[in-house]
């Protein structure tokens, strides 16, 4: 769910990212949550979520709170949450995207260990390990035999 939220955000759709967040029910969710988070999509009725969404759900009652308090400010929603959490969404959304594209990338048959034409690559340091202030993109020209 956190790379929905996320994709949400990065189109800068927050209402649709604060209302993933808060109401829309997963499968591998309980009962008793899938009932209540359908119940606040369904309704809209955030005040009538807060009576029945667990109390350990901090973040969505906080998001929820302040909807209230402030309707249609789904930005500011978001402010009731940490900056981590705010930044887990988009690192969530980036893990997708980059798995997305690894599984394509596997399944026509390229190779994980070899860079292609419109590839971006990275050099290594001095330990070895990926140094992502030297990028280069990979063209015809520039590739080892």
Not at 85 to 114: C, D, K, P, T, V
Not at 123 to 142: C, Y
């Amino acid at each position: 769910m956190t790379h929905v939220v996320g994709e949400a955000m990065f189109r800068g759709d927050f209402k649709d990212a604060a209302l993933t967040y808060i109401a829309r029910p997963f499968p591998e969710e309980n009962d008793e949550i899938r009932t209540a988070r359908q119940t606040v999509q369904d309704s809209g009725n955030l005040k009538e979520g807060l009576k029945i969404l667990p109390l350990h759900f901090q973040f969505e009652r906080a998001m929820m709170n302040h909807l209230i308090a402030n309707p249609d400010d789904y930005t500011g929603a978001f402010r009731a949450l940490s900056p981590k959490l705010m930044q887990m969404f988009l690192h969530a959304y980036q893990s997708y995207i980059f798995n997305l594209i690894l599984s394509r990338r596997i399944g026509s048959g390229m190779s994980i260990h070899e860079a292609y034409d419109g590839d971006i690559v990275c050099f290594k340091n001095e330990m070895g390990l990926p140094d992502t202030s030297r990028l280069q993109k990979v063209t015809n020209d520039n590739l080892d035999g």
